[in-house]
């Protein structure tokens, strides 16, 4: 049985009113991108030690941190020394609280990926030897913003690099929405990156109806079969997190907003946003078991 964990940011910046969310439906773990209004990549030590303070009184475990990691301009060097520097930063902080898993990206999207293909691989050669000095996994996300969109072409990249630190976190909403590379998340893409996932990611979306722009749902009420992604993963014996990246809000979040989330603007109605996807989720396991 694979366990359950909610971004912390799609509750509330308050780190011990999210616990207290997560705790009240029963989940087992908190993916980490901000709080109090910080970054991963800044999170402060005192910060850190609230938040294990809080932690303290729980069952929960920080299942992931969501860095930002080469969510940067593939032609920046600049920008991709920087994002360097996240990724030392967020490993310093996942060891802290004993987590193995940090999300990455593949550079934001510029034309075709085949345009840009080697330059995507080459862009991994010094992350890669910084994950496996340090013992620490890497779960790229697919993301339509990013070069690297849906399962398909995220296993291909995955093959190609060919290292042990750096897996998949599947995202079926990201896939969903993906207008360059069409793939039906699932069972299309869950099937072709389903033996590299190490994590999981949970949202919904449908198009709208005359402008087939992506619309963020709450889970369950889009467009995506979770009932049989859920019973995939079931069967699949599937063990890791998933993650609730509620993304949904009474009114639709910007683009801006979507592509760099986090902060007090992002949070607002967010924990009313994902009790409904929580209760929703639940729903769904619940069909399962009849």
């Not at 990013?146 to 995202?171: Q, Y």
């Not at 299309?188 to 190490?198: C, L, M």
Request: aromatic residues 8%; charged residues 30%; contains cysteine.
């Amino acid at each position: 049985m694979f366990k359950k964990a909610v971004f912390t940011d799609e509750i509330s910046q308050d780190f011990q009113k999210a616990v207290d969310v997560a705790q009240e439906y029963g989940l087992d773990g908190l993916e980490i991108r901000s709080v109090w209004d910080t970054p991963p990549q800044k999170i402060t030590a005192d910060q850190v030690a609230q938040m294990k303070k809080v932690l303290a009184k729980t069952n929960l475990k920080v299942c992931s941190i969501a860095s930002p990691f080469y969510k940067c301009a593939i032609d920046s060097p600049k920008e991709r020394q920087e994002h360097i520097e996240i990724l030392r930063s967020c490993i310093r902080l996942a060891r802290t609280f004993k987590c193995s898993v940090i999300r990455g990206f593949t550079f934001w999207r510029k034309g075709g990926v085949e345009e840009y293909w080697q330059q995507v691989l080459d862009g991994f050669d010094e992350p890669v030897k910084i994950l496996k000095a340090e013992g620490i996994t890497l779960g790229i996300e697919n993301e339509n913003s990013t070069m690297i969109g849906t399962g398909k072409v995220l296993r291909r990249f995955l093959d190609e690099l060919g290292s042990p630190n750096v897996r998949a976190i599947w995202d079926a909403c990201n896939s969903f929405a993906d207008d360059l590379v069409k793939e039906v998340p699932y069972p299309d893409g869950y099937e072709a990156i389903k033996s590299h996932i190490v994590h999981v990611h949970l949202k919904d979306a449908a198009r709208d109806k005359k402008t087939n722009a992506t619309l963020n749902m709450p889970v369950g009420e889009g467009e995506i079969d979770f009932s049989g992604h859920m019973k995939a993963l079931l069967k699949d014996a599937y063990t890791g997190y998933v993650s609730l990246e509620t993304h949904w809000r009474p009114k639709q979040l910007s683009r801006e907003e979507i592509d760099r989330p986090g902060g007090a603007s992002y949070s607002k109605d967010g924990e009313y946003a994902s009790r409904r996807c929580l209760e929703n989720w639940k729903k769904i396991m619940d069909s399962l078991k009849a």
